[in-house]
């Protein structure tokens, strides 16, 4: 299923950068759930500012485990050459398998910046931050991007060429454009267009919501692999089911007990890594766990609600037990 790029092993699922998502702990989480199968997926750090690493203004973002070094992407975003390949630098010294360049973000205060989405309107400066980043690091460099600014200039044609000649190793696409953001439908097509002028690898990015939807986004765009992203938010079992159904495994559907009990240890995992201040960063997740439960409105809100490790451990301690 894996083939390598530069030494490097590519895999056939990408779990992309999410903000207050892609953390230590979650990928702790989700390289425990997977096991054995994790040597099917690429795993990223949040997004982080090129800036950031330069002044040190967040380094937990980059922070990685000593059984992640040379196995997880840091994934990057600015719009300087400069203070790119500097932060890119930084990024492999402390251990990155890879560098991701943001260009597909399309959050406002991000593509304000000229950062991001940004760039996709700006492809010669976008050439030049990928030449000077691959000229800072050894280890494989990459881009995730979008199909273009709006509807009425999808470039990405142009665009990924730019980017493959400056050499990029593989590219993640998202099937929207920015304006679209995450509403709408994700266009495989258009990524199988893209796909089929590349040479290098692509993972098709955008409503792959299950196993059967990345196995015919596959076969929709004859892309590499798939990147999932919004749907293993305090799913990721969804990624493994993934991985199994590719590799033409049988797989279960999640009881609400593991669910429980997953969401248990993630709470776990949270207080050990930050204190209380972890706990907080988990509750994107937590309407996901107790979904399928008998009263998930009632849990769901109790776990909004509460504000501390112990809070949150009874509630989850509670709903265990109303399961027959």
């Known amino acids: 299923m894996a083939k390598t790029i530069n030494n490097h092993k590519l895999e056939k699922i990408y779990i992309p950068p999410m903000a207050g998502v892609t953390d230590l702990v979650f990928r702790r989480l989700i390289r425990r759930v997977l096991g054995s199968y994790s040597q099917f997926v690429r795993l990223s750090t949040e997004m982080i500012s090129s800036k950031g690493i330069l002044y040190q203004t967040n380094p937990s973002r980059m922070r990685l485990s000593d059984d992640e070094k040379e196995k997880v992407i840091i994934q990057l975003f600015g719009h300087e050459p400069d203070t790119m390949a500097t932060a890119a630098k930084i990024a492999e010294n402390a251990g990155a398998a890879g560098i991701d360049i943001n260009m597909g973000c399309p959050v406002p205060k991000i593509v304000n910046g000229k950062d991001g989405a940004a760039l996709m309107k700006e492809p010669c400066l976008a050439e030049e931050i990928v030449r000077e980043v691959k000229k800072a690091v050894k280890i494989p460099v990459s881009v995730k991007t979008r199909l273009g600014w709006n509807e009425q200039n999808k470039n990405i044609l142009d665009f990924a060429l730019k980017l493959q000649d400056a050499g990029i190793s593989s590219l993640t696409l998202h099937g929207r454009t920015r ?13 199988a267009k893209v796909n089929n002028i590349l040479d290098i690898p692509i993972f098709a990015n955008g409503d792959i919501t299950s196993a059967e939807k990345a196995q015919i986004a596959l076969e929709r765009t004859s892309c590499h692999g798939v990147a999932i992203a919004r749907a293993c938010i305090g799913n990721p079992w969804m990624i493994l ?79 265990l037990q109303t399961l027959t």
Do not use: C
């Open 241 to 319: 089911q993934t991985v199994k159904h590719l590799l033409g495994e049988t797989y279960q559907e999640i009881s609400p007990r593991e669910k429980l009990e997953t969401a248990l240890i993630h709470v776990e995992l949270a207080y050990e890594d930050k204190g209380e201040k972890g706990i907080q960063a988990l509750k994107r997740h937590f309407s996901k766990y107790v979904s399928g439960l008998d009263g998930a409105a009632y849990w769901r809100q109790a776990l909004a609600t509460a504000d501390n490790y112990l809070a949150m451990t009874n509630i989850l301690k509670q709903a």
């Open 179 to 191: 304006s679209q953001s995450y509403t709408g439908v994700a266009d495989w097509d258009y990524i």
